[in-house]
Structure formats: C-alpha cells, structure tokens
C-alpha cells in the first residue's frame, strides 16, 4: 500500500500524483529533505531544515564535521522524531569530500537503517 509521495515528486501519465509504496525510500526521503532544506526555506515552517547546502563553501574541517553533526542530530530528532530514533551521524571530512552518515531506528519496527551521503 502506498504510505507517501514519490521522492522526487512526480505526476503519473493519467494526471495523477505517484504515490511511493516503499516505506524505506520514503523515510529517506524525508531525512534528505530536513537534511538539505535551509531554515527559513519553507515560508509556512521557517525554522524546518539544517541547511547542509549551505555549508558547500566552507572549510571542509574537523570543526565543521562537529558542527553538522550536532546541527543535523538536533534536526532530524525534531522534525522526525515521531517516526525515528536517531543513533548517531557520523561526519568524515576527508580533503575536499564531506561524508555525512545518519544511522537511525524506525519507531515503527524498530528496524536499524543507515543513509549516506557525500559532499565533494
């Protein structure tokens, strides 16, 4: 059964809107968007996201690996909270490449899941 939107959105060819049936991907999605949203993106939820494109610029240092760590803890567990159970990200700054992992538990079932991601 279909639980969410498509991540990215899309419109069936009948004009419809393609629901995601996949549980998972769906959850994914959701944490990459608090990952990526900066606040004060959405007009309706302006303090929503922690704004890690915002980061593409900076240093790629041990200072700014705390930094997202704590900023996207603190995110995800208050915008998701409900269906997750943050364990822990772990950010590896490596030359010119970020690597930012979010290993979580689903509340639902308790399952350990993990997304990554990389920044060069």
Known sequence: MATGFGFPF???PGGTISPDGDEDADLR??????????PGERVNQPTFGCGL??????????????????T????????????????GVDIQAQD?????????????DGAR???????R
């Not at 999605?29 to 900066?38: H, Y």
């Not at 010119?96 to 639902?108: D, F, G, I, P, Q």
């Open 10 to 12: 899309r419109v069936a």
């Open 29 to 38: 999605g959701k944490i990459v968007q608090v990952l990526f949203t900066s």
């Open 53 to 70: 494109l915002n980061l593409v610029f900076d240093p790629n240092n041990t200072v700014l690996a705390a930094a997202v760590e704590f």
């Open 72 to 87: 996207a803890s603190q995110s995800l567990t208050r915008w998701l909270g409900g269906e997750i159970v943050v364990s």
């Open 96 to 108: 010119e490449t970020l690597t930012v992992e979010v290993a979580y538990l689903r509340r639902r």
């Open 113 to 119: 899941q993990s997304v990554r991601i990389q920044f």
